[in-house]
């Protein structure tokens, strides 16, 4: 099966509502095959802009999008437009990337004064996993999901939250998305007072804004 198939043909439906509603120009980084900046190109209207590391992938994206840059976030830097985008989109991207964090502060040039970060960036403690190597001692990479073999970075609810401070930007919202619902995670939560509550959502849904954009 060619690589386009499936894994970069990911529709991310869970994260359009985070998506500002009065966004007019976007930009998704790793944008796979166009699939979700396509969906909202047709519902907002909005001037969609994509980064694809692949190139038979990036033809793809390109027949849905305004633009799309074939190359790495850190090679394309240059031939994005600075202060031009109202939204920056990152769906489960940052954990491939070998500094995720330099590229997180250097995206900030692009955005303008209102513009804000979305990104879905999968929980390390997510049940299933956390099970696996916390009580059975195993660390399996998989084709993907939360161990990826291709990941080069992971994240908790509470690095995430550092990692946007760390970064420059203000927290908007945080929300767990994709939860996966068993009667034993939901024991363990209550057992622990609610310190695995975190463990139910595979993924966290992040909206930030560079701290140097916030009007007092």
């Keep these: 099966m060619s690589i386009v198939k499936e894994y970069y043909q990911h529709r991310h439906d869970e994260m359009l509502a985070y998506i500002p509603s009065?966004?007019?120009r976007t930009l998704e980084i790793g944008c796979g095959a166009g699939i979700f900046s396509a969906q909202i190109k047709d519902s907002l209207g909005?001037?969609?802009?994509?980064v694809e590391y692949q190139p038979e992938v990036a033809a793809l994206a390109a027949q849905k999008l305004h633009r799309v840059l074939t190359?790495?976030?850190e090679d394309t830097m240059p031939e994005l437009p600075e202060h031009y985008f109202d939204c920056i989109i990152f769906n489960d991207v940052l954990e491939h990337l070998v500094d995720p964090y330099s590229v997180f502060v250097q995206v900030?040039?692009?955005?303008n004064k209102t513009g804000v970060v979305v990104a879905s960036i999968p929980n390390i403690r997510h049940w299933p996993e956390f099970v696996d190597y916390t009580?059975?001692?195993n660390w399996n990479y998989v084709d993907k999901g939360v161990?990826?073999?291709t990941h080069v970075r992971f994240f908790t609810k509470k690095s995430i939250i550092a990692t946007v401070a760390q970064c420059g930007y203000a927290l908007i919202s945080i929300q767990g998305i994709n939860p996966?619902?068993?009667?034993?995670?939901k024991i363990a939560s209550l057992l622990s007072?609610?310190?695995l509550a975190d463990t139910l959502y595979q993924q966290y849904a992040i909206v930030a804004q560079p701290m140097n954009n916030i009007t007092p």
């Excluded at 909005?46 to 994509?50: K, L, S």
């Excluded at 900030?108 to 955005?111: A, F, G, N, P, V």
């Design 180 to 185: 996966h619902y068993s009667r034993m995670q």
């Design 71 to 73: 190359g790495s976030i």
């Design 135 to 137: 009580l059975r001692g």
């Design 147 to 149: 161990l990826d073999r």
């Design 22 to 24: 009065d966004a007019t």
């Design 193 to 195: 007072m609610g310190t």
């Design 108 to 111: 900030q040039s692009l955005l």
């Design 46 to 50: 909005a001037e969609t802009w994509g």
